[in-house]
């Protein structure tokens, strides 16, 4: 077994440690880290189920081996909320507005949102569902998924205005 030292930032803390030189990103952040938010759907990179933000951008952590990134900084869903209190915008979109339903695709979407709304913080309907279109969930039609997106958006701009008052 061929292992490569690497150091990841993972929401906010350094991991430094040797990992597998094949081990993949989303295998590393479930097994080493403990952090099982991420899903594994495909394994394939089409499906999105196990999207993680790298430096800010969406990613398939299926598709990346973690030996790959040193001194990277990755985000998954465990970062968003500490506790059923403190949600993220994102994430009480999706529980209000009913954007999910057996929750398997809703890590990845909700990052996948979340990065969306950071570059455009008022999105058409027609850009959220481009932005979604790699994040294939088997269950919701789609609706009210762009419902709970453009709900975080609203809550996060009143947000910005409240700051900028």
């Not at 081996?65 to 900084?73: D, K, R, T």
């Not at 915008?89 to 954007?99: A, I, M, N, S």
Request: hydrophobic residues 40%.
């Amino acid at each position: 077994m061929i292992t490569t030292a690497v150091t990841i930032t993972v929401n906010g803390e350094a991991y430094s440690t040797e990992v597998e030189s094949r081990k993949l990103l989303c295998d590393f952040i479930r097994e080493d880290l403990r952090l099982t938010g991420t899903h594994v759907g495909c394994e394939q990179g089409v499906c999105g189920t196990c999207t993680v933000l790298l430096d800010g951008q969406p990613v398939r952590s299926c598709l990346l081996f973690a030996a790959q990134l040193e001194g990277a900084c990755v985000e998954t869903i465990e970062s968003l909320a500490t506790d059923n209190e403190h949600l993220h915008p994102v994430q009480r979109g999706f529980w209000e507005k009913h954007g999910l339903q057996c929750g398997f695709c809703t890590p990845g979407m909700v990052l996948t949102a979340k990065a969306l709304l950071e570059e455009n913080p008022d999105p058409t309907d027609e850009q959220i569902r481009t932005a979604i279109a790699g994040n294939i969930c088997r269950c919701t039609g789609y609706v009210f998924i762009v419902e709970a997106i453009q709900a975080a958006a609203r809550e996060l701009r009143e947000r910005g205005e409240a700051v900028d008052a």
